[in-house]
């Protein structure tokens, strides 16, 4: 399928949820609770309005963007997914190559379904690992070795992951691994024979970061309930700090929803924030990401970079996001959308779109890069502006 006719992300999902099963389309899909969360992210940012000032030069604009001492070419990158060949098999790799071709960081979540060693290889310069802090020791701190080895860079530590998740369509599906066959499973994969031909070939996902702290000859089943009973709910400062001094590289800390969690990082010597709510993951009643953004960026004061995830789904989100003080953003579902969609020219098709919607948008706020963004470009209501003089 010519990738050409997707002209949004949203395009790109309606025809991903076309091509995969329900409940693994809803796995992907899926917030906590209500989804009043996820609802939440993308209402923020269709909220926020631009100024638009013209009379300006904007001839020549670059979305490029300098982070940790590396240029990248898209505004945006590609956030952890777990279980990630769920929603086509070979998602984890074909995220890497493409984040290697588009000039793009891919962090590789520890729940990923392909081992970081192999990955590493097909993105030597794109990769970021994510990190969940697993309540043993002797694991978190060999998987930080481990990304070390694998010549990864750039460290991400997940923090919003305190304890599982409520998602009810996982739970309404009965989702688990392996697969359950109930005739609503085999029906599923039955509508779908492309994507269970394919999973077929490839064998149940599995979470291959992790087999390696597993008794041998464990199966799948022991595997995804050790993944459950992994991550740890007593990460704490001293258990950060003692990860900081572990780790040469740089350190990202990521599901800031807070000033107070920011300066925590700070303090410990985190390099970088990611501002996320694990895109509406995690609770219902978490604010948008777009609406905290401004308050983590003040307290962070430049310091270290500030990056955000959570509902970004075009280019005028990343403007506003890059307006209220994000140096960088990411999402999941927009890249994994594309791969469902069509494969690895999907991916690129997503980065294309958001990428062409940045650079017209930074004409249409005249700017010429998005460091040159602030809040002059977010607009607000004359009423409120008389207020806040
Ligand atoms: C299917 C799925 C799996 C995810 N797995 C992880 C994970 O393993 N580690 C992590 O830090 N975040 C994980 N997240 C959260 C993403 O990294 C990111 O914060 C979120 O997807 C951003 O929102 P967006 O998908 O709306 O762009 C996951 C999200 C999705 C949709």
Redesign the pocket.
């Known amino acids: 399928m010519n990738p050409e006719r997707f002209q949004t992300i949203d395009d790109l999902r309606r025809h991903a949820a076309r091509r995969i099963p329900k409940f693994a389309f809803d ?4 917030g906590a609770g209500t989804e009043a969360g ?1 609802a939440r ?1 993308r209402a923020a940012f269709e909220n926020v309005l631009l100024n638009q000032f013209f009379l300006r030069d904007v001839r020549t604009r670059s979305i490029a963007v300098d982070l940790f001492g590396q240029t990248y070419d898209s505004p945006i990158g590609i ?6 060949d ?2 086509w098999p070979g998602a984890d790799r074909a995220l890497a190559r493409a984040a290697h071709k588009l000039n793009l960081p891919f ?1 590789l ?4 379904t392909t081992e970081m060693e192999n990955v590493a290889a097909l993105a030597p310069d794109h990769l970021w690992f ?1 990190l ?1 802090v697993s309540t043993r020791k002797d694991v978190t701190f060999d998987l930080i070795a481990r990304a070390g080895a694998a010549g990864i860079k750039v460290l ?1 530590v ?1 923090v ?2 305190p304890v599982p998740a409520k998602r009810l369509r996982d739970l309404r599906n009965g989702f688990s691994l392996p697969f359950r066959m109930t005739p609503k499973m085999i029906w599923e994969l039955a509508t779908r024979p492309s994507w269970s031909l394919a999973t077929a070939r490839a064998g149940t996902p599995r979470f291959r970061n992790m087999e390696k702290y597993m008794p041998p000859a464990s199966d799948n089943q022991s595997l995804a309930a050790f993944m459950a009973q992994q991550i740890t709910a007593g990460l704490d400062e001293d258990l950060f700090a003692r990860i900081r001094d572990a780790w040469p590289g740089k350190l990202v800390i ?2 800031v929803m807070t000033p107070e969690t920011a300066l925590l990082g700070l303090k410990h010597g985190t390099d970088g924030v ?1 501002v ?6 995690q609770i219902d009643s978490a604010p948008a990401t777009l609406d905290v953004l401004p308050e983590i960026a003040a307290a962070v004061a430049g310091k270290v970079p500030v990056m955000l ?5 075009n280019g005028i989100d990343v403007i506003k996001a890059f307006a209220l003080g994000a140096d960088y953003v ?5 890249f ?1 959308y594309g791969f469902a969609a069509t494969g690895f020219a999907g991916i690129e098709r997503a980065a294309a779109l958001i990428g062409d919607e940045t650079h017209r948008g930074l004409a249409q706020v005249g700017v010429t890069g998005l460091k040159d963004l602030s809040s002059a470009a977010i607009w607000s209501e004359p009423a409120k502006r008389q207020t806040d003089k």
């Open positions: 796995y992907l899909e899926g996820l992210n956030s952890p997914l777990g279980l990630c769920l929603v962090i979540s520890a729940a990923a994510q969940y991400v997940t919003d992951l990521k599901g990611i996320s709510n694990h895109g509406g993951r995830d959570s509902g970004i789904r990411f999402s999941g579902r927009s994994a």
